[in-house]
């Protein structure tokens, strides 16, 4: 198994930022993809950004220029800078990374709240 750990939500004004961080931990396990995924209230989830050990990134077209995400492989964790925040932004963030235990999966984090005031 593999858990993920979040930290860094909170309430931030319009145009601010905020820095997200994810540790993920366990025994015989081999992370590959890690990422943000984000959540608004009746809306699905959605990928924020995802990047690979590589360092390879993806990001969702409504955060490109705002945020950056970034990882230290040798801790496991992923970052998640956000700069110029917009009250569309406003949602439960949640860490995710598929990884290599017995099997290749998924994980998913228990989320934070990212909430964006104008």
């Known amino acids: 198994q593999v858990q993920l750990v979040e930290f860094g939500g909170g309430l931030v004004q319009a145009g601010g930022s905020l820095r997200l961080s994810c540790a993920a931990s366990?025994?015989?396990?081999?992370?590959?993809?890690m990422g943000w995924y984000r959540q608004a209230p009746g809306n699905q989830r959605e990928l924020v950004a995802d990047?690979?050990?590589?360092?390879?990134?993806n990001y969702a077209d409504s955060v490109k220029g705002r945020f950056t995400i970034s990882r230290n492989n040798n801790k496991n964790t992923v970052y998640l800078q956000m700069n110029s925040l917009e009250r569309e932004d406003t949602a439960v963030y949640y860490c995710?990374?598929?990884?290599?235990?017995?099997?290749?999966?998924?994980?998913w984090g228990q989320g934070t709240q990212v909430t964006v005031s104008s």
């Open positions: 990047i690979t050990t590589r360092g390879n990134t």
């Open positions: 366990g025994r015989d396990f081999r992370v590959l993809t």
């Open positions: 995710h990374c598929f990884a290599f235990v017995v099997t290749h999966r998924d994980y």
